[in-house]
C-alpha cells in the first residue's frame, strides 16, 4: 500500500525542522565558545585593598574570598574609557526646543525646593536643572554597568594581558591607534581607577557597592557622581539624615555644594561658569551645553 501523500509531507517537515534546529543549536553553541567571559583580576588587586584601612573587611572577604579575586575585568569597559570620541551632535540634542522644554518643565514643577538650594548655595536651579538632563534625563537613564566591574576593570586596565586585548579591538575601529600612547594613558587611568575603586567600597555604608549601576565612566546617581566627588561633596538635601543621590533633593544640593566649591558664583560671566563646570566633567562640549541649557531656561 502506498504511503499517502500527507504523511510524506510531515515526515518531511520534521526532517526539515530537526535540520534546522541543530543549525541553531550549532551557532549557538558557536556563539557561546566565542563569548569573551569577564576575567577575574589578579589577585594582587585584592591584596592591595587588604592594606586599604578605610576599607570594610566584611566587604573585602566577600569580594574577594579566600585571598582569590571575585572582581571581573571587562575589555569592553577598559576600551570605552581609554578611547573616548565626542560627538558635537550629542551635546546639541540638549539645546533642542523639545529638551528645552523638558527642562523648563522639571524646573517649573520643583522651584519652591529648588530655590531654596540656591539660597544655601548660590547655584542657580537652572544650572542643576541643566545638569540632572544632561546627565541622566532626570534619572531616567542613571546607567547600567555594575560600578565595581567599572573600577575593577580600569584598576586593572594597565596590566599587558588586558591592554593588548583592548588594542587588538580598538585598532579594528582606529587603525592609526598607537600602543605607546595607549599605554601610558592606561597607567594613569589604572591609578584614577584605583583610587575609585576604594572610594567606591567605603561608600558601602551609602550605596549596595555590589549591585549599583552607573555608566561605564564610573558615575552614579540622577547627578551622575564618581565615588571621590559622592564621598566629598555629596550632602543632605532633604533633611532625612541620608545621602541618596538617586533623589533630586540630595543630588541638587550635592550638585550645589561641589560648584560652590569649586568657585561658583552668583553673576559670574560665561566664560568662568563654563570653567567651573569643567571641574564637574572634563569636556568643553559638556561646558557649553550646561551654561547655554541654563541661560534658556527662566
Known amino acids: 500500500m502506498p504511503i499517502p501523500a500527507y504523511v510524506l509531507i510531515i515526515t518531511w517537515m520534521i526532517n526539515v525542522n530537526k535540520f534546522f534546529q541543530w543549525r541553531l543549536l550549532l551557532f549557538l553553541l558557536c556563539l557561546f565558545l566565542a563569548a569573551d567571559p569577564a576575567p577575574a583580576a ?65 524646573l517649573d514643577r520643583n522651584r519652591e525646593w529648588l530655590v531654596s538650594v540656591t539660597r544655601r548655595f548660590g547655584v542657580e536651579s537652572s544650572v542643576i536643572t541643566a545638569i540632572f538632563l544632561i546627565e541622566s534625563d532626570f534619572g531616567r537613564y542613571p546607567g547600567r554597568y555594575p560600578l565595581l566591574k567599572v573600577f575593577t576593570s580600569l584598576a586593572a586596565c594597565d596590566q599587558e594581558k588586558y591592554l593588548r586585548q583592548v588594542y587588538r579591538k580598538l585598532k579594528v575601529d582606529y587603525p592609526d591607534l598607537n600602543y605607546d600612547w595607549l599605554k601610558k594613558r592606561a597607567r594613569k587611568k589604572a591609578a584614577w581607577g584605583y583610587t575609585q575603586l576604594v572610594a567606591l567600597l567605603r561608600l558601602n555604608d551609602r550605596l549596595e557597592v555590589e549591585k549599583v549601576k552607573g555608566s561605564w565612566a564610573g558615575a552614579f546617581g540622577v547627578c551622575q557622581f564618581i565615588p571621590s566627588s559622592c564621598l566629598s561633596y555629596a550632602v543632605d538635601g532633604n533633611g532625612d539624615g541620608r545621602i541618596d543621590l538617586y533623589d533630586f533633593k540630595d543630588a541638587a544640593a550635592s550638585v550645589a555644594n561641589y560648584l560652590k566649591t569649586h568657585g561658583w558664583r552668583s553673576g559670574m560671566s560665561v566664560k568662568k561658569q563654563e570653567k567651573v563646570v569643567w571641574t564637574y566633567n572634563h569636556s568643553q562640549l559638556y561646558c557649553q551645553t550646561v551654561v547655554a541649557l541654563a541661560g534658556s531656561l527662566r
Open 42 to 106: 589578579d589577585s594582587s588587586l585584592c591584596q592591595r585593598l587588604s592594606g586599604e584601612k578605610k576599607v570594610d573587611k566584611v566587604l573585602l572577604a566577600r569580594i574577594c574570598p579566600g585571598k582569590k579575586s571575585g572582581l571581573k575585568v571587562d575589555i569592553g569597559i577598559i576600551g570605552k574609557n581609554l578611547k573616548q570620541v565626542e560627538y558635537k551632535a550629542a551635546y546639541e540634542r540638549f539645546l533642542a526646543p523639545a529638551s528645552v522644554r523638558k527642562a523648563q518643565v522639571f
